[in-house]
């Protein structure tokens, strides 16, 4: 069984799955970073009981690295479909 569709369509959502896979990498999978005052100390600040580096606070978690892996994956369903599609149409 072959289905006929025109390939605004897997080009589209190809496309869409590209666009929005780059945006959950940059936006989702992008460490948490504190915007840092003029009073704040420059070795770090105390958060409880122990000493917080800024260097800590650039880390990525585990959500991060998921959004990060996620996003990948997108990207590449959405280059497959564009050059499944691609070679498709040029086979006719």
């Known amino acids: 069984m072959q289905l006929n569709l025109p ?19 940059n936006y989702l999978g992008a460490p948490r970073v504190r915007k840092r005052n003029d009073d704040d100390e420059s070795a770090g600040e105390v958060s409880g009981d122990r000493t917080v580096e800024p260097e800590e606070r650039l880390q990525r978690g585990p959500q991060q690295r998921r959004h990060i892996r996620w996003g990948i994956i997108w990207i590449l369903l959405g280059l497959f479909l564009v050059i499944s599609t691609f070679v498709q149409v040029r086979r006719g």
């Open 7 to 25: 390939p605004i369509i897997p080009y589209a959502v190809g496309c869409i799955l590209i666009l929005f896979g780059a945006l959950r990498i």
